[in-house]
């Protein structure tokens, strides 16, 4: 029987599982989950009363919820269905020309670099790459390694808040403010950031800052905003043009209109943000700043654990985590320690990073995990040792 932290009865992840991986889809807690099915039983009893006279409100409910909460103006801030598509609108709608230069890091979570990828080659535009390493010394080779790669043709720099593979954060506000002042515009990929580290966006300054909800805030799926400089609302478009296209309404941004509607869909899970705020943040009396800083806690003992365990140099300073972790592990077979893993009820985000045979470990660190759970995962790779 599998003792576990006295957070873990909120959460309705099965008992039989050590479930160290948050970051990868999040989890959301059983009281968000009945708000969600509120919001959709409301929805089914009177489907028009909802969408039609009810949702414009609720809409503006959550997001003066959601930009409360990153210190963003409500007015610049839309919804999307996840940061993939946040990412994906932004790209898709820059006017990019044959020879511009997009910047990004080799850290860049795939999806978004394929986006940028298929913009660039549609437009005849060149990808440029900042190589980090890994392991990594220190922020300040981020800041170093990305401003070395931007050129007199540099039009915009996609970059993570922080790292999908190698669960770091990386230092983006003095690399925006160094590119915002060259006049170049940024996108970030902020996917883990909201609920996992105190954010203010009007501050940042970024041009476009993509978060998900249903990761470190633990809304149901599906629950993600984008915000953009004012300035740029005119020319970024959903990825469905919809009905906001051609409004004759005064009353909101075109920017507003056009996000807001693209098309039937369920918005439950966006309607719960404002209960994941107000839930998770009372679940420790310091509120979300003491979440926040004990599941970092976490994961820098659990990190310790683990390089300890495995004898593995921590690939990077302490000071570049939030609530995940990333360790290298020795070459070899990522599919078969990953079922392995898996076989022992264990799960963990495992990659061929950069690509196969290096693997590289993610652990995540929510309030529904406890140090034992990665003494399980530990005890289980010393185990396996002669086959990973
Ligand atoms: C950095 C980063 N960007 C984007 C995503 C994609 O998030 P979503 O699937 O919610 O679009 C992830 C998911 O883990 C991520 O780590």
Not at 83 to 112: C, F, I, K, Q
Not at 270 to 289: N, Q, T
Not at 291 to 308: F, K, T, V, Y
């Amino acid at each position: 029987m599998i003792s576990h932290s006295s957070f873990r009865s909120h959460w309705s992840i099965d008992p039989a599982i050590t479930f160290l991986n948050h970051g990868s889809f999040g989890a959301c807690p059983i009281a968000v989950q009945q708000e969600q099915q509120a919001w959709r039983d409301r929805l089914e009893r009177d489907p028009m009363r909802f969408f039609v006279w009810d949702y414009e409100e609720l809409l503006d409910r959550s997001r003066e919820a959601m930009a409360a909460f990153v210190e963003a103006d409500a007015a610049d801030l839309v919804f999307v269905p996840n940061a993939t598509a946040g990412v994906n609108a932004v790209l898709r709608s820059l006017h990019v020309r044959p020879g511009d230069e997009l910047l990004t890091t080799s850290h860049e979570y795939n999806a978004s670099r394929n986006a940028l990828d298929f913009v660039a080659a549609q437009a005849g535009a060149i990808v440029t790459v900042a190589e980090l390493p890994f392991p990594i010394e220190s922020a300040d080779q981020v800041i170093e390694f990305v401003l070395a790669k931007v050129t007199d043709k540099t039009r915009l720099l996609l970059i993570d808040h922080v790292t999908s593979q190698t669960g770091l954060v990386l230092p983006i506000e003095p690399i925006i403010s160094k590119l915002s002042a060259a006049g170049i515009a940024t996108l970030v990929d902020g996917a883990h950031a909201p609920g996992m580290l105190p954010l203010n966006l009007k501050k940042l300054g970024a041009t476009y800052y993509t978060g998900n909800a249903h990761k470190w805030l633990c809304a149901p799926k599906s629950a993600a905003f984008l915000v953009v400089d004012r300035a740029q609302q005119s020319q970024i478009r959903p990825l469905a043009i919809s009905h906001g296209a051609n409004s004759l309404r005064q009353d909101r941004s075109r920017f507003q209109l056009e996000f807001d509607w693209t098309g039937t869909a369920d918005p439950s899970a966006v309607f719960s943000i404002p209960k994941a705020i107000e839930y998770l943040g009372s679940l420790l009396p310091g509120g979300w700043p003491e979440l926040m800083q004990h599941n970092r806690n976490l994961a820098i003992a659990a990190r310790h654990l683990l390089c300890d365990a495995l004898k593995i140099s921590p690939p990077c300073p302490a000071a570049m985590l939030g609530a995940m972790a990333a360790i290298p592990l020795p070459d070899g077979d990522c599919e078969l320690l990953y079922r392995q893993l898996v076989d022992r009820a264990i799960q963990v985000q495992l990659q061929a990073w950069p690509r196969s045979p290096k693997r590289i470990l993610r652990i995540s660190a929510q309030l529904y995990n406890q140090l034992a759970d990665y003494e399980c995962l530990a005890t289980a790779l010393q185990i396996l040792h002669q086959s990973y």
